[in-house]
């Protein structure tokens, strides 16, 4: 192979460097300097369009160039070489570096995209860069006997004549003006000269790197897919919540698989997650649209608010101060009113819509007890009317923060779990029937404590009347009168309570009322259909 470095007759390589670099600290506008001095930096409004800029403006230096020259020297050993000697393991103390081979035009960008750079060198020094590219080579010089004799190529002008030719697309097409036809577009870092392997797919999900020899492939390819997917839709102007669920159980799916591959619990847990996300997006859609098989417009909208209710009920019954139904209901319904910052407004309206016998009763009992705090006397809470309401304080509802409350929700969901409450308790039959405080407590448990399609429990598969006993604050053995109650105010289209189990529906009447489980509860995932009931929110 001839040396490209002859002595004499050679010229001075070419080498054009393209740099992007902001603007100004805090700017999104880059500037793009080209290492030709004839070319004025430019000004672009964002990374993205200076790229594109930087790249056009090295092919166009490309095409004006017409290849490399036979005659030029080796950039690279303008540059000393150093970096081929060591990187070949030879070091500084080993033998020289020595150029050789035809003059190529070489092409390397930055993988981060901050320069571009070509030049003229040895094909050797060339091939010493692994991610450069080589776009065209010199035509080495014939003999002097055989140049008479060597035959241009019909149809290709400049063959033969200095004119390069680009390894790119095709290495006979020259355009007709004399540059080469690859030279169009910036060529992507050249290939390897072994033998090409076939690129091994690796993807991200849930902030999880897929590891390319994940096994099996189809697998991989779908965790890779679903990730695709996930950004995706996050780049749609409009939220498709079918889709969305979609996503999401497909996602259950494949985790449930990566953990049983791998055997890591925290994929399986993304996985629960995962279905928990399916079925609130499924239930959102159902409620935005007003599809789906219940076709039920709830009062409450959403899984987030139907766990609070549940939650609620729970901390009622495991903090109420002072024992009965009727203390009860109105520990539920004053915590409703100031589970925020712990205070709220009541008035005198408000407890005589409630079922008490004796109010002024129950709450001298809760001031005494030191859970209630009123700013006058019980009488003047009583006598308090819409315009000028009493402003109470439940210092247990309070925060050790001394800002939020302990129950975590906020001021939008505490006002619609509010409103449900009052509007369950005073639903229209059971205050036509005069029903007590523990009916109205049932009420409210079996309402929370519902399936999709109503019925008690989830999946259906009933409460356990103990539980039920204890949010209502009375004996088991009186929940058979309480709910032959509730079935004479038609609140159940049928039910039925044993020693062991209450089962039953709720009316198509009550249906808006109901707090569904989330999909999933039950022996499916391992709760079973005696599920505890208050312990998903407590």
């Not at 959403?302 to 495991?318: F, I, S, T, Y």
């Not at 008490?356 to 006058?376: C, F, I, K, M, N």
């Amino acid at each position: 192979m001839a040396e490209a470095h002859a002595a004499g007759e050679q010229v001075a390589a070419r080498v054009w460097t393209v740099r992007l670099d902001a603007a100004g600290r805090g700017l999104t506008a880059v500037k793009v300097d080209c290492s030709r001095a004839a070319c004025t930096p430019q000004r672009l409004g964002s990374a993205a369009q200076g790229r594109a800029f930087a790249a056009a403006h090295l092919r166009a230096h490309l095409r004006a160039a017409g290849g490399p020259r036979g005659e030029a020297a080796c950039a690279c050993r303008a540059d000393g070489c150093q970096g081929h000697a060591e990187s070949a393991g030879r070091g500084s103390a080993g033998p020289a570096w020595r150029c050789g081979g035809a003059v190529v035009l070489a092409v390397l960008t930055d993988p981060m995209g901050r320069w571009w750079r070509a030049w003229e060198c040895c094909a050797r020094c060339a091939a010493a860069h692994p991610a450069a590219r080589v776009v065209a080579t010199a035509p080495e010089a014939a003999p002097a006997a055989a140049v008479d004799d060597a035959p241009v190529s019909a149809g290709v002008p400049g063959v033969g004549a200095g004119v390069p030719l680009f390894s790119a697309p095709s290495p006979d097409a020259v355009s007709a003006g004399g540059a080469p036809a690859g030279a169009d577009r910036l060529p992507a870092p050249r290939a390897a000269v072994a033998k090409p392997r076939r690129a091994k797919r690796s993807g991200k999900i849930a902030q999880r790197h897929v590891p390319h020899d994940l096994q099996p492939t189809v697998l991989r390819d779908e965790l890779i897919e679903l990730g695709d997917a996930f950004r995706a839709y996050q780049s749609t102007a409009e939220p498709d919540l079918a889709r969305l669920a979609g996503l999401h159980e497909r996602k259950a799916l494949a985790f449930t698989t990566w953990a049983e591959v791998t055997g890591d619990a925290s994929l399986r847990a993304e996985a629960r997650r995962a279905e928990q996300a399916a079925a609130t997006a499924l239930a959102q859609h159902a409620q935005r649209t007003g599809e789906g098989a219940e076709g039920v417009t709830r009062l409450l909208t959403g899984p987030n608010q139907w766990e609070h209710a549940r939650a609620v009920l729970a901390h009622v019954r495991d903090h109420a101060p002072v024992p009965g139904p009727e203390a009860r209901l109105v520990v539920l319904m004053l915590t409703l009113r100031s589970a925020c910052g712990g205070s709220g407004n009541v008035t005198g309206l408000d407890l005589k819509g409630w079922p008490l016998t004796d109010a002024e009763q129950v709450l001298r009992s809760l001031v005494d007890a030191g859970w209630l705090r009123l700013p006058g006397t019980v009488a003047d809470l009583l006598a308090s009317g819409s315009d000028n309401p009493t402003h109470v304080r439940v210092d247990s509802l309070l925060a050790p923060d001394g800002v939020s409350g302990v129950l975590g929700l906020g001021r939008t969901t505490r006002a619609k779990l509010s409103g449900w409450a009052q509007k369950t308790v005073g639903e229209r039959k059971l205050r036509k029937k005069r029903l007590p405080a523990a009916a109205r407590l049932l009420a409210l448990v079996c309402a929370a404590h519902s399936s999709a399609d109503g019925r008690l429990g989830a999946l259906g598969g009933g409460l356990d009347p103990d539980a039920v006993a204890a949010l209502c604050a009375v004996d088991a053995s009186d929940l058979g009168a309480l709910v032959e109650q509730l079935t004479a105010a038609e609140w159940f289209a049928d039910v039925s309570l044993t020693d062991t189990r209450l089962t039953g529906c709720l009316s198509e009447r009550v249906l808006p009322l109901g707090c569904p489980f989330p999909a999933g509860t039950g022996p499916a995932s391992g709760g079973g259909a005696g599920i505890a009931i208050g312990s998903a929110g407590a």
